[in-house]
């Protein structure tokens, strides 16, 4: 009987790690209490997806990625979720999970951020084969209709504020301008030229900075994952404090109803 | 008051509220799609009824409650092997809350294996390819490369087919007739017609995500509508089975044996350990 399942049946073979319970703990083949035992959060985080270790300055610019996105603001809609599940007196994980899960959205957050990465290694291959950028970008927007990494929602600010903040951070920690961030603002040029005004956001710059440091975009897509989490939990917090069901109130008269007009439901 | 519309109103075409005369925060009357929720259609609608009025605006005929309520019993409970099921269990059993529960289960149940997106993606492949054959076949054979990498990892398998089975399972089949005994004349009962063909071009037999997409299809739901309706529909058994192994407790639940091939060994010796 061919089956491939058939392969996968006994023992889980893994190189990624177990637990020996009482006795220790394997991380990517290292035991987790001796040689990993002082590494950052964030480097371990980092090595669990991608199997590599990162310079001290590189980890401070990985952690830095982070800070800068991390925004306790409630009427942000990921944030919102974690807010409302403390207004609702549910529970923290679930108002943090929930919020981490929305944040993978289509025009904020993880989507524009995958498409970012990719287009940025896609774009940046087919310029070492010898094609223009312009030629690039004249294609992309035919093919997907919007280059994403470029424009903003709930914003028409020509900077985003955090792009200032993460450069003058890795001329801080002395790390160069690698190909992909030089590329993500060289699109930014490129578009601009082509009469559209897109400035660059965060998730042009949020990725290309590990695209740099050898992340692959799903690479980046992952360590991305819990980037906004650390404005969620004092959404929630702040939330919980208010009287329950307080937080974003709706008045019944605040729907406003655009559908058929009242009618009768007559027994079939 | 002033003309001007608050900002902060939410739109919608499906629910309207009467307030209470002392209080603007509770409703006395709510209208679904202009039906007294609780007024005139409590105890007269079924909820299948009420469901696909919320996702379509109107009442269902007789023949889409039929199908549908088909439907919801067959994608209810895929069992505890299936991975979303599975998901549930695993958070069941270590007392994880209710919603976890259900978080797990949507969470692993939205994937391209046997789960939402695969419905998503069968319905898109309904809307492209029709009832016709050679343009099925066409795709079959030749998918679409993909523009861009995304989110979602690239399908494995044709979507609606299973990757694995060897022919069509008889639970797929059996839902496929009743299905087809109630919606005759769309794509369900071409797909029951064309089977064959279908799955020799597939390399694989037809699986039930492919019948409910079909099924679906027929009842005018977008590849988005169908989707969320097969995330909502398949969690009773999730829920159910979850609910059993929390009560068993975890030495009755696999826990599974791991071949850890890159295992360093203890890192400290017998005397520091």
Known sequence: ?268 | MSGHENPNNIHTSIWHEEPEADNPFAAAACYCRGYDVYGDLLGKARYIEYLYLLFKGERPTPNVIAALEILAVALANPGPRDPSVHAAMAAGVGGSTAASVLMAALAVGAGSYGGAREVFLALEAWKNNGTELASWRSSLADPAAPTRQQVWPEPEHPPGFDPYGKQCAKPVRQTLAHLVEILPAGRLAWLAQERPALESAAGKPLAMTGVAAAALADLDFSPAEGEMLTLLLRLPGAAAHALEQGKQGFRQFPFFALDLENDPGPAFSEGHA
């Open chain 1, 1 to 268: 009987m061919n089956n491939t399942l058939l392969d996968y049946e006994g023992p889980l073979r893994t190189r990624m790690g177990a637990c020996f319970p009482g006795e220790r703990a394997v991380f990517r083949g290292h035991d987790l209490h001796a040689d990993l035992k002082d590494m950052d959060w964030i480097a371990l985080y980092a090595f669990g997806i991608t199997g590599r270790r990162f310079s001290p300055q590189q980890t401070t610019l990985l952690h830095a990625l982070w800070t800068y996105t991390s925004y306790p603001d409630p009427r942000l809609w990921n944030n919102r979720v974690a807010a409302l599940a403390g207004s609702a007196r549910s529970t923290g994980a679930l108002g943090v999970a929930a919020a981490i899960a929305v944040s993978e959205a289509a025009i904020y957050g993880w989507q524009p951020e995958f498409s970012a990465a990719d287009f940025l290694v896609r774009a940046h291959q087919r310029m070492l084969a010898g094609e223009t950028l312009q030629a690039i970008l004249e294609q992309e927007l035919q093919l997907h209709k919007r280059i994403l990494g470029y424009g903003r929602p709930v914003a028409s600010l020509q900077v985003d504020e955090r792009i200032p903040a993460i450069l003058a951070r890795m001329e801080q920690e002395q790390i160069a301008q690698g190909p992909y961030l030089q590329l993500a603002f060289a699109i930014e040029r490129g578009l601009a030229q082509m009469g559209r005004r897109l400035p660059i956001n965060y998730g042009g710059v949020v990725v290309a900075i590990p695209l740099d440091m050898g992340f692959s975009p799903r690479e980046c897509y992952l360590f991305l994952l819990p980037s906004f989490m650390a404005g969620m939990p004092p959404c929630y917090q702040e939330a919980s404090q208010r009287p329950e069901g307080a937080t974003f109130p709706l008045r019944c008269s605040q729907l406003r109803y655009e559908g058929p007009a009242r009618r009768l439901w007559q027994q079939g």
